[in-house]
């Protein structure tokens, strides 16, 4: 129901004058999208809340929060000019494409940004199918917790079989009671712990009631966490979702360690989500992530009458996007030790390391550390420079007492091990999910070449030294 807020904009739609499926097919598989489509950032008033609330004043693609869903097949071109109509600069990221680095986003490292009241456009092919999302990469935290953001949809060009696809673009907002954002980014408790942790959790920008299903539906469900900080475990009561696609990329079809769906910040995850209830039930999907905070985030509501009897068992394993696979016994090892927060000074004297005091870190916003460089601000030489077109391992090791979902830009990388112990799935990422005090190892071959950010999703942590630059060269 919510969904019909959310603007689609198909190729179709961005193709102007030609109208149905049958005539796009006929296109060119270069055609670009029609120059009247662009994505335009200012602020808008939304109903986040709805009554008796206020509107929420807002920051927002389109006047639409989230913005508008961008929807491409495997190997379109896209062309997205971007008006910053914001009163400060501002630049977009399509987080998880394999793209030329100049088309990244990232502000004093892949482009100018966009100044107030001037336009850059963003051209790029879309390599993989899948789920993946955009959002600004300068001012990240207050651009991103005000609410720029939006879902971009790459369809296979075989899709699997389902009743509906869907997509949950969840976003957490800090609210005040008279519903407008918090005001108080950037401040040092959220920094130096679990980030900009918010009390309004919206579903395609609204606080959800129910989502409508029917018995014997099978529905291809899109989640996308959006949120600065959040890290959500969702629950789907007494239905078992099948894990089709991380960060966009297949895996093979598999339900989740207890049935719970966990997205770190920037991450994405497909599931099929069969409805096997009887017509009528009604069934919470909980988010228990943080231990005692666990609430409601949308009802399952099974409509009376049924779709079909029985759920279809067709198969559900997406086709591969062909990512080139790293070799793991020629790769490169690269160690990468992060360090920092609350709580991290321990740990680092622990290690005969010396730390930086409480005062070092209110006074010079540097309170994560990567190899022990904290980067904030914009100048960054490579924290590591790769041969471009050779396998690579970087072994990641959690040395805070904080959870970081570590992303890379431009590539895919395998999750091969956790602790020393190879994964079961070896799944494709762009973003990967740390435990406090876990090593991850992950491979990938480095073949897009130029300066890539890697750096934490919580946005707090990424602003307050936790990135740096890898450089393929
Ligand atoms: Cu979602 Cu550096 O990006
Ligand atoms: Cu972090």
């Given amino acids: 129901m919510f969904q019909s807020r959310t603007a689609v904009l198909t190729r179709r739609s961005l193709l102007s004058g030609t109208a149905g499926l049958a005539c796009t097919a006929l296109l060119p598989r270069q055609a670009v999208a029609n120059p009247d489509f662009k994505l335009v950032a200012k602020p808008a008033r939304v109903a986040l809340t709805g009554k008796p609330h206020p509107e929420t004043p807002v920051w927002a693609y389109n006047d639409l929060m989230p913005g508008p869903t961008i929807r491409a097949r495997q190997g379109d071109r896209l062309r997205i000019p971007v008006e910053n109509r914001l009163a400060e600069e501002t630049t977009v990221h399509f987080h998880g494409i394999r793209l030329p680095n100049a088309m990244d986003g990232v502000p004093h490292l892949t482009q100018t940004a966009i100044a107030p009241g001037s336009e850059f456009v963003y051209e790029f092919s879309v390599p993989d199918a899948g789920t993946y999302w955009y959002h600004p990469h300068h001012n990240s935290a207050v651009q991103v917790g005000r609410g720029l953001c939006g879902a971009l949809i790459v369809d296979e060009r075989e899709p699997i079989h389902v009743d509906r696809d869907v997509v949950w673009l ?162 490169q090892r690269h160690e990468v030790t992060f360090h920092g927060g609350m709580m991290g000074q321990m740990m680092m004297r622990d290690r005969g390391l010396g730390g930086l005091s409480m005062r070092d870190m209110m006074h010079s916003g540097k309170i994560w550390l990567i190899n022990g460089v904290a980067t904030v601000g914009h100048v960054m030489q490579p924290m590591l420079t790769l041969a471009r077109g050779r396998s690579h391992v970087l072994v990641m090791a959690n040395e805070t007492a904080w959870w970081h979902p570590m992303h890379l830009h431009g590539h895919s990388f395998r999750v091969i091990s956790r602790n020393g112990v190879p994964t079961r799935y070896r799944e494709w990422q762009d973003t990967v999910l740390m435990e406090p005090r876990e090593t991850v190892e992950i491979a990938f071959v480095a073949d897009n070449p130029g300066d890539w950010m890697f750096h934490c999703h919580i946005l707090e942590h990424q602003e307050s030294g936790m990135m740096g630059v890898i450089r393929v060269t």
């Fill in 170 to 331: 969840l976003q957490d907002w800090r609210l005040q009671n008279d519903a407008q954002i918090s005001d108080d980014f950037r401040n040092m408790h959220d920094m130096t712990h679990n980030g900009r942790i918010g009390n309004t959790v919206t579903v395609n920008g609204t606080v959800p009631e129910t989502f409508s299903v029917r018995s014997g539906e099978r529905i291809r469900l899109r989640l996308i966490n959006a949120a600065n900080a959040r890290i959500f475990g969702l629950n789907f009561a007494r239905h078992r979702p099948k894990v089709i696609a991380i960060d966009g990329q297949p895996v093979e079809p598999h339900e989740p360690a207890d049935g719970r769906i966990v997205l770190g910040p920037a991450m994405r995850v497909d599931l099929i989500l069969d409805m096997v209830a009887k017509p009528g039930e009604r069934f919470q999907v909980v988010d228990d992530f943080y231990r005692g905070l666990a609430y409601r985030v949308i009802d399952l509501a099974y409509a009376d009458a049924p779709y079909r009897d029985r759920v279809p068992d067709t198969p559900i394993a997406l086709p591969s996007n062909a990512l080139p696979e790293p070799d793991l016994t020629g790769a």
